[in-house]
């Protein structure tokens, strides 16, 4: 296996459900209300996460959320706007983070000779 540095996003639902991740090996899950694991990962930048959250219908976020790294990937943990309650994501979330991921060796394909 080879490792390689890339950014990575993905689509978060509320149940946990990862939907159109660009690194296929990332996964995802809901822990309970308003906390989500992001697995897969070897190891992310410590800084400069992304993140899109759906918007009410004034412009303004309809969640808070925070992202810490762990052991075992991203942490992701959601709250009612602006308070410290927890809850669901509210449509999906884009997450976007520098990661090192682990992917298969390419064998070199044998050329054929000219003819």
Do not use: C, H
């Amino acid at each position: 296996m080879a490792i390689i540095q890339t950014t990575a996003a993905l689509n978060l639902l509320p149940d946990g459900v990862n939907k159109n991740s660009t690194q296929p090996q990332m996964t995802t899950e809901r822990l309970e209300l308003g906390v989500y694991q992001i697995g897969g990962v070897i190891s992310l930048a410590s800084e400069g996460w992304r993140t899109t959250i759906k918007k009410d219908d004034n412009g303004d976020p309809s969640i808070s959320l925070a992202t810490e790294a762990n052991e075992t990937g991203v942490l992701v943990r959601t709250y009612e706007r602006g308070t410290t309650t927890p809850t669901d994501i509210i449509g999906a979330l884009t997450l976007r983070f520098d990661v090192e991921v682990e992917v298969p060796d390419v064998e070199p394909v044998a050329e054929e000779p000219a003819a």
